[in-house]
């Protein structure tokens, strides 16, 4: 890693010579990271390092011009598109999992299973428990015993097809051994690489005058990702099994028995997974495997714990992309003490003022920080956090690094208290902050370009429109050359470009191929699913489980229009049923209502009509006797907590309300049923009883 800008010789006193070296590595090791965040995903440096990079390669240049590199990074917007690896659709999604930090956090885990199962308190709750590995997870899927394809996670939906650079993968079987095996069968689980091997590769690295890897989980992704797989093989990955994806017939019995069938047909199965008989016993073995953990060949970061019944997993399911039925007890988390420098403000796509920390770049956990995160205004008084303070920061896993805590006793005498600014940093209007809001807001809307930026970027993001090739700096690029000033002109861009003046091709950084290569990723995005549009506007409130949600009560493009139209009249029954809508709270109903009456936001949606096929909701294929119908549930039900005939009611595509309305198709009353049961009766809709409610949808049990 660079030594920070700070320590560097001042631009104005470098000799031309030294200079010349300092461009030379400045190329080499901007062109990394470029690759790194381009082609592998995987950025190695955070953006703070990497554009006081970028800042001192060009405050060179503009002192030397002669000495100005061909292959200068000033010259590149980026690296080209990651070379393509074709995309897999799980057919199983691949979930994530959510995060315990201590044994409280474990104890509600386990109380809202039980809550939700409706458990007796004498039935036992058995719990598997294994590290949680520090790799990337895969999906590899065997046809007759025989592995024919493999998959990245991905963004749990979608993945890469990196078969082939499988194969090279140590533990993995090409043909599985032993009885008992399904036709079809996806075996998921970590793909990681042992301390010894990462050593040895960055030791070769450093020895060849290549960037070392910062840890063995990027150097196994950057692995796998290697077009020519003898690469990948070279990397020594290995994989520990512990889960299925789809699978011909079901899995049944307990997720400890599986792993059992897993060692038989030839997987590794990671050594400490054991079966826990309580939640206490569980807690022993975290702790057996936390002080294991400096002796283990392979990093982890945690323990997973899964419910061992599997009929009981099913019924759980998952809340977004959360299993009810795993959690991960992380690790505490590792610290350092640096020096904050100064404390800068980001504005989001929605105005939020964000206060970021900028820090003297120090090592943590084996990645280096630079920036960490500060919340808002109150957080920053709360901690009394004031530029040139000594601070301990800590990074837990993924997590961006926050400050803990200031050493008060190494502060220096002139120090100020903070003060939050009161105008945009980006555009001067006045930033407000609302009554009840932690954050303060940039009242410049559609005029501050870093709201602007900020929307764009968002709008070609992953889980957006996922314009391959047109990341956050050209997304940058174009908006500050005029190019790109709202969504709609991505999908002119391409026409407008024949006629332009310049055109792409002889700009900066652009040559015919990446050009066509853009354009033809744009074309293939311009037929989108509703519920994807919806999340790509960004609007406040609205993330992908809402806009799923909107897509699949209105169903297309232009009822969604006409309903947010219509329930602008707050007292409109489009309103009262758009808050109706289980999980758009009136939080998320006010800011679409806001969103839709803005005229600058209502052409938008017009451009984005003309440009694009937006594809009316799907329902899911299997269709239920359910399917489309509205159902209130009331009263106590006695074979499943409310939460779980919510949820198995969804998962049958059903929309679930609160309140009985004419739009009700059935109520499911149960025990002690109130008013709403009498409304219901009152308004000609069916009451079904818990027992018949359970009768209607028998035989559609098959939860994923
Ligand atoms: S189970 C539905 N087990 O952790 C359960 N995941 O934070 C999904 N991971 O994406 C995963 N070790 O990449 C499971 N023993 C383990 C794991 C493990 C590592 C990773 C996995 C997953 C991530 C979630």
């Known amino acids: 890693m660079s030594s920070p800008p700070s320590r560097l010789t001042p631009v104005d006193d470098l000799s031309e010579s030294e200079a010349e070296t300092e461009l030379k590595n400045l190329a080499i090791e901007i062109a990394r990271y470029d690759q790194h965040y381009y082609q592998l995903s995987q950025p190695s440096t955070d953006d703070g390092t990497y554009d006081a990079l970028r800042r001192r390669n060009t405050a060179i240049e503009a002192r030397f011009p002669n000495l100005v590199r061909p292959d200068s990074p000033s010259d590149k917007v980026g690296a080209s598109p990651a070379a393509g690896f074709a995309k897999i659709r799980h057919s199983v999604p691949m979930l994530s999992l959510g995060n315990a930090f201590d044994d409280a956090g474990m104890a509600e885990f386990i109380a809202r299973a039980r809550r939700f199962l409706k458990l007796e308190e004498s039935e036992p709750v058995s719990l598997m428990a294994e590290p949680k590995i520090d790799g990337l997870s895969a999906s590899l899927r ?25 194969r090279t993968v140590i533990d993995l079987p090409g043909e599985l051994q032993g009885g008992d095996i399904p036709e079809v069968i996806e075996v998921r689980g970590e793909i990681y690489m042992e301390l010894q091997d990462f050593a040895a590769l960055n030791r070769e690295r450093e020895a060849e005058g290549e960037k070392i890897f910062v840890n063995p989980r990027n150097a196994a992704s950057g692995g796998l990702r290697q077009i020519d797989t003898a690469l990948t093989a070279k990397r020594r990955l290995r994989l520990f099994a512990y889960g299925w994806g789809e699978t011909s017939e079901p899995i049944g019995g307990s997720y400890g028995d599986f792993l059992e069938h897993l060692k038989s047909w030839g997987f590794q199965v990671n050594p400490w997974a054991a079966r826990c008989k309580s939640l206490d016993a569980g807690l022993d073995h975290y702790r057996r495997i936390a002080a294991e953990r400096v002796n283990l060949p392979y990093e982890i970061d945690g323990v997973v714990f899964k419910i061992d019944r ?79 303070d000594h601070v301990i920061v800590q990074r837990a896993g993924d997590v961006i690094p926050q400050i803990v805590r200031v050493l008060a006793d190494k502060r220096s005498a002139g120090s ?122 960004g609007i406040r409130h609205i993330g992908q489980t809402t806009a799923r949600l909107l897509a699949r009560r209105y169903g297309d493009f232009s009822a969604l229009r006409d309903a ?141």
């Not at 074979?639 to 998962?651: C, H, V």
């Not at 309305?661 to 002690?672: F, H, I, N, P, Q």
């Open 416 to 537: 100020k208290e903070y003060v939050f600014p009161s105008t945009c940093p980006e555009c001067g209007s006045i930033a407000l902050r609302e009554s009840g809001e932690a954050a303060s807001r940039c009242t410049g809307g559609l005029t501050c370009p870093a709201q602007a930026i900020e929307r764009l970027r968002h709008f070609v993001s992953r889980d957006a429109f996922d314009i391959e090739g047109l990341g956050e700096r050209q997304i940058k690029a174009f908006w500050e050359e005029g190019l790109i000033n709202s969504p709609a002109d991505i999908f002119t861009l391409e026409e407008r470009d024949k006629s332009a003046e310049q055109p792409l091709a002889g700009r900066k950084g652009w040559q015919e191929k990446s050009v066509a290569n853009l354009f033809a990723a744009i074309a293939t995005r311009r037929e989108i699913p509703l519920e994807r549009l919806i999340y790509a506007l």
């Open 310 to 388: 599997i009929d009981w997993q099913q019924r759980l399911g998952a809340a977004g992309r959360e299993p009810r039925w795993a959690i991960a007890y992380k690790f505490a988390a590792e610290q350092a003490e640096t020096v904050l420098e100064k404390i800068s403000i980001q504005v989001g796509r929605t105005g939020t003022l964000t206060p970021v920390a900028e820090l003297e770049p120090v090592a943590v956990g084996g990645v280096t920080v630079s920036r960490a995160q500060l919340h808002n205004e109150d957080e920053i008084k709360r901690k009394d956090i004031r530029a040139g």
């Open 142 to 166: 065997y046809e007759n015993g025989v592995y024919v394809r493999g998959a990245t996670r991905g963004d749990g939906e979608e993945g890469e097809d990196v078969t082939e650079n499988l």
């Open 564 to 704: 947010l139209g219509a329930a602008a009249q707050r007292d409109s029954e489009a309103y009262a049923d758009l808050v109706d809508i289980d999980g758009i709270g009136s939080a998320a109903a006010e800011a679409l209502v806001d969103f839709h009456t803005e005229e600058h936001n209502a052409e938008t949606l017009d451009a984005l009509d003309a440009a694009l096929d937006i594809t009316p909701f799907e329902a899911p294929a299997a269709t239920s006797p359910v399917s489309g119908k509205v159902i209130v549930f009331t009263g106590t039900l006695t074979q499943m907590s409310r939460a779980e005939a919510k949820a198995r009611a969804e998962a049958l595509d059903a929309k679930v309300s609160g309140s009985v309305s004419s739009k009700t198709d059935y109520v499911v009353a149960g025990e002690a049923a109130g008013s709403k049961a009498k409304k219901a009766a009152e308004l000609g809709v069916t009451v079904l009883s818990e027992q018949e409610w359970l009768d209607l949808i028998g035989g559609y049990t098959n939860l994923h």
